[in-house]
């Protein structure tokens, strides 16, 4: 059976085993039409033409999960940003792990999608929130029917966080090809300040699809911090659709670290819903083999005075196919935008291949907004400078791609999740150096 | 060139007989509208072509039945009934008026500032002259001194007669048939245009140049130009005119093919005035041009094309550098007022070794129209060492236009370097106020500035062109800012 056809038909069991509010049962209801519309997305959709999902639909996927697995802490330590201390919300293929996790209701909501769905005192929210933002797109459309489980984390006014909060999803390979569907809501209300950071795990070589989206609301003057670490193995492949609402003067920064993953697909999308707003979007991509990661950016500018930096930097190696397709729109009403958009690549093999289309569309006059995009090689004379100061050449690589990747890097804060990312970068270019960075 | 005036050409062309026989027993001959196989029929029987272009034509009629009108472009716009559309048109021998008194004044006064000479002024205006353009092409002049050269330059359905061995070798090998459904149509009814072969290792010692006009109402203008350099040899080639055009919502799918063997360079020059629309919005022509050039070793392909009328244009000038070490360049300013649209670019394809791209593209939105650059730079695995440096830029006047940027590159080797850069603007007060400060009033300050930011591209012009050119990007902008 085609994986559409079965999620379709396994929608009604699903329905019957959850209980939330009923207005969710509506929109579930619609997404699912929606789906069975719109279907999964081919290369003939724009949006798509550079990435076909054939390959990672193939498999027979369980699509939801029954069975609750335990892990141990200590076997999956090193996927933690354990330096830290740190809020967690573990998933096991796709159930929450309460034994691994550290949640709190105290002062703040850092708890589950499943509870803010079901119990009465965070309807509220689920209706002011819930689903206002995703794009009503085939895959988004698919989370939402299947939507259940992921994180909800509510910072009230004022509230600057304490510690960052680690959403970890792993998957046991139990189940011998697994589909997830995380769906995960978080609001930062006005002036508060949080730092998330977003793994997904798959612990065997089982194929695991993860189709996940994640709604952001940053209310007036909040700050939040979302870093998303993909370093899966080569048989899982993540679906990332995140949708940034942000209010007036509010910051908002999403960096992405794509290193693993067969295929990795981020839909990222910022409408900027007031004035004076700032949106950051990063991005390091190092892959080689077979590998496949997607870049597919929005910033929306509806009013003035509002700012967006986008910088992506992509290395490319082996088969590897890098695709970014970063979009900026800039409405009439806002004036006085500046937008930049940057996206420079290397590509290290004649097998590799980059796809990239930054694109503007302006229909305000009085603006500043500028992309640019470069495609090229380490620089030879750099190369020749440290060889002839006794730098091996694949450390000498290595720090050249390093110092390409930085402007990224820097702007990390906190220093321990950037000393983990660096290590990665390390390890992913096979030296072992001690960075100072 | 300059010795040779239009008073010499009018007097060499009455004292002539008109050499195109076949057509002067033709009043303002149009085929009824619609079309169908007979009609492609028709045509190449009118135009006394050889069965296997007839053939041709009607493979190519096969195809675009199959076909979409494609709905990719970043326009919109009422679609064309091809139905309604008559096919062929051979010139009409009555002119549309009988005196330039009878012509419209605001026409009149924009030849004036384009310092277009009173003859002339009443040619392009349809004036009873000696010599009427329609589709089928007349004046092509200087004939005999590109004879003495071995350079065949002639209307394309001449060059079926007379020169079938190159047609057929060249034709459709650069735009196929069924490359798209513009293509596909103008390769089935396409009335006329122009041939050039330039033999080897021949330097073109002029402009070559068509002034292609629009005449009879609700005719489609279907040209399709050949341009063969052979090895080693140059040629520039000029197309279109700066003088407007007032016909409306007419249909303009044309196809250019340029082919620049090894070692050969070819310079392609365009500048498209057609009517825009009147300030509403309503009429205009429509554009949808396929150009494409194919380099082979050592060649150069440079388009250069200053675009300021037609409400819809949709046209993307390519490259194929096939050769190594070939060279491809690209300079455009499209101009958008009113309600204009405009979805213009290029395409570079890098399949040799070596091989450079430079696209330079301006676009200016003004008024209510939208402005877009789409362009595609790919590289192929087997290109090594393949350069591209891309800059697109937009000036906004006004905050209900759009200017928007579609780029896309594909690499898909590790020796590319690729560079691509836009930005978009407008004019600064800061700007326009050090002009005003020195006595420049705000109009002449625009154009002043417009011509600053289009520098670049207006260079790459031939020299008569680049100053008519000039006039016409201030023209195209009047009134445009409060």
């Not at chain 2, 005999?144 to 079938?164: D, V």
């Amino acid at each position: 059976m085609e994986l559409k056809e079965k999620l379709v038909s396994s929608f009604m069991a699903f329905e019957d085993t959850v209980d939330v509010h009923s207005s969710i049962h509506d929109i579930r209801t619609e997404a699912i039409k929606t789906f069975e519309t719109e279907g999964f997305p081919t290369k003939k959709l724009e949006n798509w033409k550079y990435t076909s999902l054939s390959s990672v639909l193939k498999h027979d996927y369980s699509v939801f999960p029954k069975n609750e697995n335990a892990l141990e802490f200590k076997d999956i330590k090193k996927y933690f940003i354990h330096e830290i201390d740190a809020y967690k919300i573990i998933f096991i293929d796709g159930k929450y792990s309460s034994h691994l996790s550290q949640t709190t209701h105290d002062g703040l909501d850092v708890c589950l999608m499943s509870a803010a769905l079901t119990k009465p005192k965070y309807k509220v929210i689920i209706d002011n929130y819930f689903n206002k933002i995703a794009s009503k797109d085939g895959l988004s459309s698919l989370n939402t029917a299947f939507s259940y489980e992921g994180a909800y984390i509510n910072i009230p006014k004022n509230k600057v966080v304490d510690k960052p909060i680690q959403i970890i999803h792993f998957s046991t390979g139990n189940e011998a090809a697994l589909m997830l569907q995380p769906r995960n809501l978080i609001v930062v209300n006005e002036n508060a300040h949080v730092q998330i950071i977003e793994r997904h795990q798959s612990l065997t070589d089982n194929p695991v699809l993860t189709n996940s989206v994640t709604e952001i609301f940053a209310n007036k003057r909040a700050i939040v911090d979302y870093y998303k670490i993909q370093n899966d193995r080569q048989s899982a492949s993540l679906i990332d659709n995140t949708y940034v609402n942000q209010k007036q003067e509010s910051l908002a920064k999403v960096h992405t670290f794509s290193f693993g993953g067969k295929l990795t697909r981020n839909n990222l999308n910022f409408y900027q819903n007031g004035e004076r707003i700032d949106s950051t979007m990063k991005g390091i991509t190092i892959i080689g083999d077979k590998q496949h990661v997607d870049h597919n950016t929005l910033v929306h500018h509806i009013e003035p005075n509002c700012e967006s930096h986008q910088d992506y930097k992509g290395i490319f190696d082996d088969n590897a196919t890098g695709v970014f397709n970063g979009k900026v729109v800039v409405e009439k009403l806002a004036q006085k935008t500046n937008a930049f958009q940057a996206n420079n690549n290397v590509l290290l093999s004649d097998k590799a291949t980059i796809n990239t289309k930054p694109q503007l569309e302006i229909f305000a006059d009085d603006v500043k907004c500028s992309h640019g995009c470069t495609i090229g090689q380490l620089d030879e004379s750099a190369m020749f400078y440290l060889r002839s100061r006794g730098i091996p050449e694949k450390e000498a690589k290595a720090l050249l791609m390093f110092a390409f990747s930085n402007t990224v890097l820097d702007s990390v804060k906190i220093p321990e999740l950037k000393n983990r990312v660096t290590k990665i970068i390390a390890k992913k270019l096979g030296v072992n150096l001690g960075f100072d960075l | 060139m300059s010795k040779y005036t239009e008073d010499d050409l009018r007097e060499e062309l009455k004292t002539k007989e008109y050499e195109y026989g076949f057509y002067t027993d033709i009043e303002s001959e149009t085929f009824p509208v619609g079309l169908n196989e007979e009609i492609v029929i028709a045509i190449s029987k009118k135009k006394e072509e050889p069965e296997w272009m007839t053939q041709w034509r009607l493979e190519a009629f096969k195809v675009w039945k199959e076909m979409e009108e494609p709905e990719w472009p970043n326009v919109s716009y009422q679609k064309p009934d091809f139905q309604a559309i008559s096919y062929y048109s051979a010139p009409n021998s009555k002119p549309k008026y009988d005196s330039i008194d009878e012509v419209d004044p605001e026409l009149l006064a924009t030849f004036e500032k384009l310092g277009i000479s009173l003859e002339e002024q009443k040619k392009l205006a349809g004036v009873a002259m000696d010599v009427v353009v329609d589709s089928v092409s007349v004046a092509t002049t200087f004939k005999e001194t590109l004879a003495e050269k071995g350079i065949i330059f002639m209307s394309i359905s001449e060059a079926i007669k007379e020169h079938p061995e190159l047609v057929k070798k060249y034709i459709g090998t650069v735009v196929p048939q069924k490359d798209n459904f513009y293509a596909a149509l103008n390769s089935a009814v396409f009335s006329d245009g122009s041939f050039c072969y330039i033999p080897k290792g021949v330097k073109c010692p002029m402009e070559l140049s068509t002034y292609f006009r629009i005449n009879q109402a609700g005719t489609g203008q279907f040209e399709r130009t050949l341009v063969i350099a052979d090895e080693g040899s140059y040629v520039s080639y000029l197309e279109g005119c700066t003088a407007p055009s007032r016909d409306e919502n007419q249909l303009h799918a044309a196809v250019v093919e340029l082919i620049a063997l090894d070692d050969a360079e070819i310079k392609y020059s365009t500048v498209q005035n057609w009517f825009p629309g009147n300030a509403e919005g309503k009429g205009g022509v429509f554009n949808f041009v396929t150009k494409r050039g194919l380099c082979e070793n050592n060649a150069k392909i440079s388009w250069t094309q200053v675009e300021t009328g037609s409400a819809v244009t949709w046209k993307y000038p390519s490259c194929v550098l096939k050769g190594d070490n070939s060279v491809g360049e690209f300079y455009s300013i499209a101009v958008t007022n009113n309600y204009q649209q405009a979805d213009t670019g290029t395409k570079m394809i890098h399949l040799g070794k070596n091989t450079k791209s430079t696209i330079i593209s301006k676009g200016i939105s003004a008024g209510k129209s939208q402005n877009s650059y789409r362009g595609l730079v790919q590289i192929s695995p087997r290109a090594e060492n393949a350069r591209n440096f891309s800059q697109c830029d937009s000036l906004l006047m006004g905050n209900e236009c759009g200017a928007h940027t579609f780029p896309y590159i594909e690499a898909k080797n590790k020796s590319a370097m690729i560079e691509h850069e836009a930005t978009t603007s407008k004019i600064g007060e800061d700007q326009i106020f050090y002009c005003n400060q020195r006595g420049i009033d705000t109009e002449k300050a625009i154009a002043l500035i417009v011509n600053g930011f289009s520098k670049e591209v207006l260079n790459k012009l031939p020299m008569e062109f680049a100053v008519e050119a000039q006039k016409l990007l201030e023209i195209s902008l009047e009134g445009s800012v409060g």
